[in-house]
């Protein structure tokens, strides 16, 4: 499975940006999508997780700010990011886990900055 993410940017704190992640297969296929990210001399963590037929999760730090969703037709899931804050600075990774082994796109770096 290869993960293309992007849409990532400089973005002022309050403000939104919408990250993509294109899938090479149907994700139909695939246990779970889900985003994660990476800040600065902090260990990488899960910021949101769609499992395929059941409902999603998010961090704590995340709710009701963020939201994963997948285009089944395009193969693409979405994180939406509202509110931004300068501690959601990290860079994003799409992950894809099927059959307990995960896959890791290139990542796509976020920056809340006034």
């Known amino acids: 499975v290869q993960l293309q993410a992007s849409g990532g940017g400089l973005v002022q704190p309050g403000g939104s940006l919408r990250l993509s992640c294109a899938v090479s297969?149907?994700?139909?296929?695939?246990?779970?999508m889900g985003w994660y990210r990476q800040a600065p001399g902090k260990q990488r963590e899960l910021v949101a997780l769609s499992p395929y037929g059941r409902s999603t999760t998010y961090a704590d730090s995340v709710k009701g700010r963020f939201t994963i969703s997948r285009d089944n037709a395009k193969n693409t899931v979405y994180l939406e990011m509202n509110s931004l804050k300068v501690e959601d600075t990290a860079v994003y990774y799409c992950?894809?886990?099927?059959?307990?082994?995960?896959?890791w796109g290139q990542g796509t770096l976020v920056t809340v900055s006034s």
């Open positions: 297969r149907d994700i139909n296929s695939i246990s779970f």
């Open positions: 992950n894809a886990e099927d059959y307990g082994i995960k896959y």
